[in-house]
């Protein structure tokens, strides 16, 4: 069991008062009218991903988006490490990733931030620490974010990745692997896998939502101490 410590992670972006949760299930991909707004997980997003790199039928977005302007700063959600960090080019692709590593009651856990500027990854190194709430990157433009209009595309995983990357999209029929924080899913000998009492621990923790709120609550990943 993990041992969680509530109040203890730090936002990962500061979010204003104002802002939209948005439905991207209806194929309605046009900007936001809010200078922020919350791509929700665990979603089906039919006709968004419309590039090459998505020619196998993946549309199930098992991250979150946060939309900010291009240059908001992101923050480590807690103490830990740089894991993994580079350039993905394909279009439709992160862009500038950086993948960090925390321990949660013992627990390993990866976080990977997304469609990031050049910069987020200029002088970073392999096992280098960082601080809870410690700026570690900012949000990338078109040129450099794998084409998207600018927005952090956040996941974790209780899986080590082997390089700066974890799918953030897959294919529906995937969703019970992909998605182990909302399905009791295991696979025999695995530790990629919680039980669904310890899998709500994790978002309503380090993600700091109650899973049952339709994802208003998302705010709190980025807005609550």
Not at 3 to 14: E, L, S
Not at 102 to 126: C, N
Not at 202 to 214: A, G, P, R, V
Request: with cysteine.
């Amino acid at each position: 069991m993990i041992k969680w410590q509530t109040g203890r992670y730090h936002p990962v972006i500061h979010l204003p008062d104002e802002y939209e949760v948005r439905d991207l299930t209806t194929g309605n991909y046009s900007p936001s009218e809010y200078e922020y707004d919350i791509g929700r997980y665990d979603e089906l997003r039919p006709g968004m991903y419309s590039t090459d790199l998505f020619s196998d039928g993946r549309f199930l977005h098992v991250g979150i988006d946060i939309g900010a302007p291009i240059g908001t700063a992101c923050m480590a959600f807690d103490d830990g490490e740089i894991s993994h960090f580079g350039y993905n080019p394909e279009e439709g692709d992160y862009g500038n990733v950086i993948v960090t590593k925390h321990f949660v009651g013992g627990t390993p856990v990866w976080a990977l931030y997304g469609h990031l500027s050049s910069s987020s990854i200029e002088g970073k190194e392999i096992g280098q620490r960082i601080r809870r709430g410690e700026v570690i990157c900012w949000i990338g433009d078109k040129q450099e974010n794998g084409g998207w209009e600018p927005h952090l595309h956040f996941q974790l995983s209780l899986k080590e990745p082997e390089t700066h990357d974890m799918p953030g999209v897959v294919a529906p029929d995937r969703r019970d692997e992909a998605v182990p924080f909302l399905k009791e899913k295991f696979a025999k000998n695995s530790s990629a896998y919680l039980k669904e009492e310890e899998a709500n621990n994790l978002w309503e923790n380090i993600l700091q939502i109650d899973i049952q709120s339709e994802f208003e609550e998302l705010l709190n990943i980025l807005n609550n101490d």
